[in-house]
């Protein structure tokens, strides 16, 4: 009897409580911080990365999430720091990237934008992926480079209370605040 | 075997909205297993397999009952070193509700909270479909998210809500809700020993066991860290920027320092859930996990196996402390026997053997190799590593193996089961034993159990019998693939 009231505390109260306190305090972290426009359409989670190839588009980082940046399929590609497939991967990623970016052969290529993240929806790249990609995209749309390092500054995430995590630019965010701009 | 009835028949049951079917029947034997254990072993995909009705009753309710009994283990041992002359150890039941309603259940409905303010998930909504900025299709996942988390973190479970775990952005949604989730892995274990010293009336025995631990976790974060900012030299090589590290299955709002924090932390504690993949991390960066979970995840621990599994070590020092000065081991007053040491020797070596034994087995037979993800020395690592993290009820994993087959559930399904009621039985003798015994007067004779020569002592017994048991083992995974790798040598 005790361990059936147990039960129905821990997994019924319990996990009610928090839904209704969360949906009264927080309604749209407690739903996914859902990006909706006018008309009703999602367009995704703030949270979540989304696929981008488009030239006038930051780039994500590589996703192992189903077929990329699949959020039904979270995971990474759990590739070891000897094997053979992740190093020909990691080859063809940077050529991709200095050729798409017209980089140099010298130019050493930011560790994050030629490396799958562990939950393949990460969505932020690193200030310097960013700064990388930026004459590029700021090509692509004939704006100017300081106008774009404008929205890359306003849309990048700091570390938690200035002294937690990395610093990331939110890529979802920054890429509808370019578009917004036209 | 109720657990096992809900995954089974969770396409019958309500609060299904994605439709998802039955999982099969070894993937269900190892789930029900691997939840009542406290392992949280994820075979299964979360998102991809788990109704809600799953993840809140099947799942959730051993999150709570498996942390609330391995805290009364810890506390019937306790109570068998501070009683004396006494036949019992208290009521296992009056103890299990206690620490559920009175500890786990409040905590918890704070911090989900918290998480939700963060970005955290808690609602019974379908999946919702988005279109993507580019005009593709993205499924996002929905569901009580917050609630399941945050027991899952305290109660050092670490089943994951979702496949990538603590990785996934709605499971960790900022560096902060990342901080305090690592903190209430360890709050429970570290606030263990200082009740241990109250309860023994030796609140610096309490501490001394505190700093042990605290010295093996420093170390062990130290090293990772070390590793994983220094990166992969193969990689430099091919133009990665070195000054990045190794960002492979990493997220950049964490970055190497954080991942390598949690990393340690919940192989530290037998939490089992993580923020990047280990099986990613560099040689040694993976070796530091592996080699937590194999010491028995005595650092800070499990919520109550932590203290449990320290106090076999701490007692085992006390005989070897005994030994050298000859004079019968004396713990706490208590006069240390051969059935005690037996004891604490058979719980060690049931670990051993079954992590040792499946290892092998598996890696020397066709199904052991078919699941491997990579080749050459860090395969072996793979198979290591899950039979470590299954019989030590870790539950991490270098996920690269592909566990979800009928011999891999079962084998890892019986490694939990041992690695926990084999433990738990020993040391409830233990337990046993000890309260029964008078306590004699402390002597000038008598070995403090506190103070810097205790904690050595400690430390020294801990890895001297961690490294005789594994380091073979290791030499061939993690070591020598150290070595590979900065010849350059691919597999």
Redesign the interface.
């Given at each position: 009897m005790?361990t059936l009231i147990?039960?129905v505390?821990?997994?019924?109260v319990?996990?009610l409580?928090?839904?209704g306190?969360?949906?009264l305090?927080?309604p749209r972290?407690?739903?996914?911080?859902?990006i909706v426009t006018k008309d009703g359409?999602?367009?995704?989670?703030?949270?979540?990365?989304?696929?981008?190839?488009?030239a006038k588009?930051f780039h994500p980082?590589p996703s192992a999430?189903g077929n990329g940046?699949?959020?039904?399929?979270?995971?990474?590609?759990?590739?070891?720091?000897?094997?053979?497939k992740?190093?020909s991967l990691?080859?063809e990623r940077?050529a991709a990237y200095?050729t798409e970016n017209g980089l140099s052969?010298q130019?050493?290529?930011?560790?994050?934008a030629?490396?799958?993240?562990?939950?393949?929806?990460?969505?932020?790249?690193?200030l310097?992926n960013a700064e990388l990609q930026l004459p590029r995209v700021a090509k692509a749309r004939n704006t100017s480079e300081t106008k774009v390092r404008e929205l890359v500054a306003q849309n990048t995430?700091q570390?938690?209370?200035s002294i937690?995590?990395?610093p990331?630019v939110s890529v979802?965010k920054l890429?509808?605040a370019l578009?917004s701009i036209e | 075997m109720f657990t096992y009835a809900i995954l089974r028949l969770q396409y019958l049951l309500p609060l299904n909205p994605q439709h998802l079917g039955p999982l099969s029947p070894d993937l269900a034997f190892n789930t029900a297993v691997s939840f009542t254990t406290n392992t949280n072993w994820q075979n299964y995909g979360g998102e991809s397999t788990m109704s809600y009705f799953s993840q809140m009753v099947a799942l959730a309710l051993h999150n709570f009952a498996s942390a609330a009994v391995g805290i009364g283990l810890a506390a019937a041992l306790v109570r068998g070193i501070a009683r004396h002359s006494a036949k019992t150890l208290g009521n296992f039941w009056v103890d299990l509700v206690r620490v559920t309603y009175y500890l786990l259940l409040p905590i918890c409905l704070v911090f989900a909270v918290f998480l939700v303010s963060q970005g955290m998930i808690q609602n019974f909504k379908p999946y919702t479909q988005a279109t993507t900025v580019e005009g593709a299709t993205q499924t996002i996942v929905q569901g009580p998210m917050a609630s399941q988390v945050a027991i899952k973190m305290l109660g050092t479970n670490g089943g994951g809500y979702v496949n990538a775990n603590a990785a996934h952005p709605f499971e960790n949604p900022t560096p902060l809700s990342n901080f305090i989730q690592m903190l209430s892995i360890f709050s429970i274990g570290s606030g263990l020993t200082y009740w241990l010293g109250r309860m023994t009336k030796n609140q610096a025995h309490g501490w001394s066991v505190w700093t042990a631990m605290m010295i093996l976790f420093l170390a062990g974060v130290l090293t990772c860290w070390w590793a994983e900012s220094a990166g992969n030299p193969i990689h430099h090589q091919l133009g990665v920027a070195a000054a990045d590290g190794n960002m492979e299955g990493k997220e950049v709002r964490f970055g190497v320092f954080n991942s390598a924090l949690f990393a340690t932390i919940t192989t530290d504690a037998s939490c089992g859930a993580v923020n990047s993949m280990h099986d990613s991390f560099t040689p040694l960066g993976g070796f530091v996990p592996l080699f937590n979970i194999q010491l028995g995840e005595i650092i800070f621990g499990g919520v109550g196996a932590g203290l449990y599994g320290m106090l076999v070590f701490v007692i085992l020092a006390v005989f070897i402390a005994g030994l050298m000065v000859g004079r019968t081991p004396e713990y706490l007053g208590k006069k240390i026997g051969a059935f005690d040491v037996k004891m604490a020797m058979l719980s060690l070596l049931v670990l051993c053997l079954s992590i040792l034994g499946f290892a092998a087995w598996a890696a020397v037979s066709e199904w052991g190799k078919a699941g491997l993800n990579n080749a050459g020395p860090h395969g072996l690592s793979e198979m290591l590593y899950a039979f470590s993290s299954a019989t030590g009820n870790n539950g991490s994993a270098f996920a690269g193996l592909s566990g979800n087959t009928p011999w891999y559930n079962t084998t890892l399904g019986i490694a939990m089961l041992i690695g926990r009621f084999w433990m738990i039985i020993p040391i409830m003798a233990l337990a046993g034993s000890l309260a029964q015994k008078k306590v004699a007067p402390a002597s000038v004779g008598t070995f403090p159990v506190h103070g810097g020569t205790f904690v050595i002592l400690l430390l020294g017994t801990i890895l001297l019998v961690g490294a005789l048991n594994f380091l073979p083992a290791l030499a061939l995974g993690p070591i020598v693939e150290h070595f590979q790798m900065l010849q350059g040598k691919l597999f």
């Open positions: 005790a147990l039960a505390v821990c997994c019924g319990y996990p409580v928090v839904y306190v969360a949906q305090a927080f972290q407690a739903n996914g911080s859902l359409t999602v367009r995704g989670s703030e949270l979540l990365g989304q696929d981008f190839t488009e588009y980082r999430a940046y699949d959020a039904a399929n979270s995971g990474g590609r759990n590739l070891g720091p000897t094997s053979q992740l190093d990691i080859k940077i200095r052969d130019t050493e290529v930011p560790a994050d030629v490396t799958a993240s562990g939950s393949g929806l990460d969505p932020h790249i690193s310097r995430d570390p938690s209370l937690l995590g990395e990331g979802l890429n509808l578009d | -």
